[in-house]
Every structure is written in structure tokens, then in C-alpha cells.
């Protein structure tokens, strides 16, 4: 069975600890496909009151924290456990996570995960302890508490075994990098909408192609982005042709 190791350093402990306990995550460390070991700062501290900040160089609002207890708490997080480490540190100024980066993540042993807090961090800590820096997005939030959850989220999808259903997570978004087609259950109708007619045919060909019709089409729409990067095939490219032909007419 495949397992993969968490380590979070955190002056919140109890954040990462309470969420990690529901869901999708909860399932993956309760059954042993993960498991998640957290290290505060503070516990690695001098003084009577354990200060892990202090004022910035050169003045300026807030405060940054301080190289010495997060990288004790680092390397403590290290010996405790022989496996090799990939070190990151969740920041906006990291790299904007994807699905391919979370894949490469659900192929290690062991993530040490940094979540900053106050103004940011000494860029010294950067330089001696981190691999690689991340971001979940183009915005600010208090820490890193929730993106390193975010992470640990999509990484423990991609685990065999951890959705129960393998094909759960291929289908996801983005992992054939386009947007994921429209879902639909019980009942069949809600007001006036109703469910497509395709998807009660019991034609499984027909259903994929409408399928991937709609995830073509909802990329082109939400993400062009994304569709300028995908290297499609002749099926796709003549599906994608077919939506944009129909798409005004809708």
C-alpha cells in the first residue's frame, strides 16, 4: 500500500490538525495511505516567551518570523524520520500550484510542509531549508495553514486506494488538462431543467463523446487558457469545432 508523510511546521497547529481530520484527508491518515506529524515553532525556542518574530531590517510595517526556531523545527522534523524530505514553503510569492505539480508530490515518500505567518519570513530560512516555494493563489491570506491543507487535499486524491475508486481522481479536472464535463443524479427533473437526454440512453459511446464535448466546450468557455496549452487529438479538435458551432445557437 502506497504511504506518503506529512510534516507540517505551524505556529497553528491546531488548524491544520482539526481539518485534517475530515473528509477525504481524515480517510487517508485514519486507514494508513498517510500520515501527518505537525511542529510548532514555538516549541523550539530560547526565551520565557517563546518569540518566533521580531522587526523587519530596514523598518517597515509588521513583523517577520525568525530564521532559528523554524529551522530547528525543520531539521527536528527531518531526524524524526530517515525517509528523504522535499521541503516547500506555502507563500503567495511561490509558484501557482497545478495538477502536475500535485502528481509529481503524490510520487514521494515525505513533504515537509512551511506555513509562514505575520509580514513573512527571513529570506535566510528560504535559503538554508526550503526546496521549493508555493502558492495557491494570486491573493494574501493570514498563513499557511489552509494552503498547506489544500495541498495535502489534491496530493491524497491522486493516492491509490485513498478515494476508494481510482478512476474518481482521473477524472477529476485538470488531470488531462481540461476542465471536468457537468454532473447529474436523481431526480431528473428540478423545476424545469431537466437531465440530458444522453446520458438515460445507455449508449456508452455516445455518453463518452458528449462527455468529452463538455469538457472541451467548458474549458474554451471558463479557461482558454488551459485549452491553449492542450495538445488535443482529431476526435477532440472536431468535438471542440462541433460545441463552438452550437454554442451561440444554445
Same mark, same amino acid.
Given at each position: ?55 523587519? *531590517? ?8 525568525? &530564521? ?93 486506494? &485513498? ?20 454532473? *447529474? ?61 452550437? *454554442?451561440?445557437?444554445?
Amino acid at each position: 500500500m502506497t504511504s506518503v508523510r506529512f510534516d507540517v511546521v505551524t505556529l497553528f497547529p491546531d488548524i491544520v490538525r482539526q481539518a485534517a481530520c475530515c473528509g477525504v484527508t481524515g480517510r487517508a491518515f485514519g486507514t494508513g495511505y498517510a500520515t501527518l506529524k505537525l511542529w510548532n515553532p514555538r516549541d523550539y525556542t530560547a526565551d520565557r516567551h517563546r518569540t518566533v518574530d521580531d522587526r523587519p *531590517y530596514g523598518g517597515g510595517p509588521g513583523m517577520v518570523m525568525k &530564521v532559528e526556531p523554524l529551522r530547528a523545527a525543520i531539521q527536528a522534523a527531518r531526524r524524526d524520520d530517515q525517509t528523504p524530505a522535499t521541503t516547500l514553503f506555502l507563500t503567495p510569492q511561490g509558484r501557482l500550484l497545478n495538477q502536475d505539480a500535485m502528481i509529481r508530490f503524490a510520487a514521494l515518500d515525505r513533504l515537509i510542509l512551511v506555513a509562514g505567518r505575520y509580514e513573512g519570513v527571513d529570506e535566510r530560512l528560504i535559503d538554508l531549508e526550503i526546496d521549493e516555494e508555493w502558492s495557491i493563489g494570486d491573493y494574501v491570506l493570514s498563513g499557511g495553514e489552509l494552503p498547506a491543507l489544500v495541498l495535502m487535499d489534491a496530493v491524497l486524491r491522486l493516492i491509490p486506494g &485513498v478515494l476508494g475508486h481510482d478512476d474518481s481522481a482521473r477524472q477529476d479536472s485538470h488531470m488531462e488538462g481540461l476542465l471536468d464535463y457537468p454532473h *447529474y443524479t436523481r431526480p431528473e427533473q428540478v423545476g424545469e431543467l431537466t437531465v440530458p437526454g444522453i446520458l438515460q440512453s445507455g449508449h456508452h459511446e455516445a455518453i463518452r463523446r458528449w462527455r468529452l464535448k463538455q469538457s472541451l466546450g467548458r474549458t474554451w468557455l471558463r479557461r482558454p487558457d488551459l485549452l491553449a496549452k492542450a495538445e488535443l487529438d482529431q476526435e477532440q479538435r472536431q468535438l471542440l469545432d462541433e460545441y463552438t458551432r452550437e *454554442y451561440p445557437e444554445e
